[in-house]
T-cell receptor
Framework: KAGVTQTPRYLIKTRGQQVTLSCSPISGHRSVSWYQQTPGQGLQFLFEYFSETQRNKGNFPGRFSGRQFSNSRSEMNVSTLELGDSALYLC??????????FGPGTRLTVL | QKEVEQNSGPLSVPEGAIASLNCTYSDRVSQSFFWYRQYSGKSPELIMSIYSNGDKEDGRFTAQLNKASQYVSLLIRDSQPSDSATYLCAVNVEDSNYQLIWGAGTKLIIKP
């Protein structure tokens, strides 16, 4: 099976802009989770989608949003970018309550 | 607040020795436990899953689970320099919509 794919892999934006990141899960996986990771930090949970519904949400401001499509592909959007949003954004897919499998991540740099 | 605790390290282990990584969790209804390895700049990679008390072995890796003590560990035998990475512990909590709760990770350094 193909693994989790994320696009784009690298992105450079300026403050105030918005960005959309995409994630295609492993075939058959209905759960997609998003994480933010900054250098030297652990995984910060953003949100999880299951069957097109947001099932869990972390403690991030409303500028961070996401959605999931009927084919389980997911997107996350960050509006009004801030310098502190520079990070590696990771997407992971799973069967319900099972292990998560990560994509390669999107490295976002905000200038 | 459901928590997963790991020693941040770094844990330094000589090549060929056994590396022991520990993780404690706060929620008694946790059912599934996972160990991930993350190399610098890369995404986490699943290396072990364990669901019941006792030991589970896979090659050089052994996961140990003790639900009564709310403790899960990962042993790496015959440690190699390529095992140098950050190891993340994750716990699945059924009464939180199956959300995975993550530890902050332990940085492991294998010295040649």
């Amino acid at each position: 099976k193909a693994g989790v794919t994320q696009t784009p892999r690298y992105l450079i934006k300026t403050r105030g802009q918005q960005v959309t990141l995409s994630c295609s899960p492993i075939s058959g996986h209905r759960s997609v989770s998003w994480y933010q990771q900054t250098p030297g930090q652990g995984l910060q949970f953003l949100f999880e989608y299951f069957s097109e519904t947001q099932r869990n949400k972390g403690n991030f401001p409303g500028r961070f949003s996401g959605r999931q499509f009927s084919n389980s592909r997911s997107e996350m959007n960050v509006s009004t970018l801030e310098l502190g949003d520079s990070a590696l954004y990771l997407c992971a897919s799973s069967l319900e309550s099972a292990a998560q499998y990560f994509g390669p991540g999107t490295r976002l740099t905000v200038l | 607040q459901k928590e997963v605790e790991q020693n941040s390290g770094p844990l330094s282990v000589p090549e060929g020795a056994i590396a022991s990584l520990n993780c404690t969790y706060s929620d008694r209804v946790s059912q599934s436990f996972f160990w991930y390895r993350q190399y610098s700049g890369k995404s986490p990679e699943l290396i072990m899953s364990i669901y019941s008390n006792g030991d589970k072995e896979d090659g050089r890796f052994t996961a140990q689970l003790n639900k009564a003590s709310q403790y899960v560990s990962l042993l790496i035998r015959d440690s190699q320099p390529s095992d140098s990475a950050t190891y993340l512990c994750a716990v699945n909590v059924e009464d939180s919509n199956y959300q995975l709760i993550w530890g902050a990770g332990t940085k492991l350094i294998i010295k040649p």
